[in-house]
């Protein structure tokens, strides 16, 4: 898959700017120039030079090492929620279409409710009832995305348990446990890493705006909509401090959208041979 990835266009640069965003980020504590939350107000709001690449905020603090800081949030976050709504949906789903009519009609009751109600309402009244934080925002984004990734889950486990391959393991003796593992799981998984990774820059997008309005990360720890909010009110004397963060938003959900193109591309060429 990796190497169809690159052979893709849009694959080569998505894959190539999510790895440069995420060794970044994964190097963000050995390579940053200063410790990101601590304030030199003797310091504040100096333009981008040598001493401060990217300049400093309203408290001094060196806006590169904060980015590289926020973005462990931001990036990490989003592939906290993905995984999740993935893993959720995926178990989930699939029990529905291997179990018992009943079961499979509770479930998809449930699924429904969910997904009547609109995200933001879901991911709001569960931030309602947990209270602001990074964490409780992760648990909000999760349980307003799993519902519709068992659904694709559950349309796609359903085919694959009534393919030929499937039927012809039977046929021969194989153990359903294995069945599953090797014919309906792969199966299932596909699309649902294509939805993950075209849904990842949301991800990120949301974990910022939820961020920005105060309801996720808390000060001091950066996060990339948290030095946005932080930000807005110095953009007419200090612009740098909206446009760093701003920037990293945008490029993560440039290479989100390219690289789940490019795995949608292939992963439909590969339906269709």
């Not at 998984?189 to 993950?196: D, E, I, S, W």
């Not at 760093?244 to 938003?249: D, K, R």
Request: glycine share 10%.
């Amino acid at each position: 898959m990796s190497a169809a990835v690159l052979r893709h266009r849009s694959g080569r640069w998505g894959l190539g700017l999510a790895l440069l965003i995420t060794g970044l980020a994964l190097a963000g504590p050995m390579i940053a120039p200063h410790p990101p939350n601590l304030p030199d107000y003797g310091a504040a709001l100096l333009s981008p030079g040598p001493a401060h690449l990217l300049g400093t905020d309203a408290t001094g603090r060196d806006q590169l090492s904060r980015l590289l800081d926020g973005a462990r949030r931001s990036l990490g976050g989003a592939l906290i929620v993905a995984f999740t709504v993935t893993l959720v949906g995926l178990t989930i789903g699939t029990l529905a279409a291997l179990s018992a009519r009943w079961l499979d009609a509770a479930l998809m009751r449930v699924v429904d409710v969910v997904m009547a109600l609109p995200g933001l309402i879901v991911a709001f009244a569960v931030l309602g009832l947990l209270g602001p934080g990074y964490i409780n925002l992760l648990i909000a984004l999760a349980a307003a995305d799993w519902a519709y990734k068992a659904r694709i889950a559950r349309a796609c486990a359903f085919d694959a348990v009534r393919s030929p391959a499937a039927k012809v393991a039977r046929h021969l003796g194989v153990p359903e446990w294995r069945v599953v593992l090797h014919h309906v799981l792969p199966v299932v998984f596909r699309p649902l890493l294509v939805l993950a990774t075209l849904g990842l820059g949301g991800q990120i997008a949301t974990i910022s705006a939820f961020s920005f309005l105060g309801l996720g990360v808390q000060v001091p720890h950066a996060e990339w909509g948290a030095m946005l909010a932080e930000s807005r009110f110095y953009f007419t004397i200090a612009p740098w401090l909206l446009l760093a963060p701003a920037g990293c938003i945008f490029a993560s959900v440039v290479a989100s959208n390219l690289l789940g193109e490019a795995l949608r591309d292939l992963a439909t060429a590969e339906t269709r041979s």
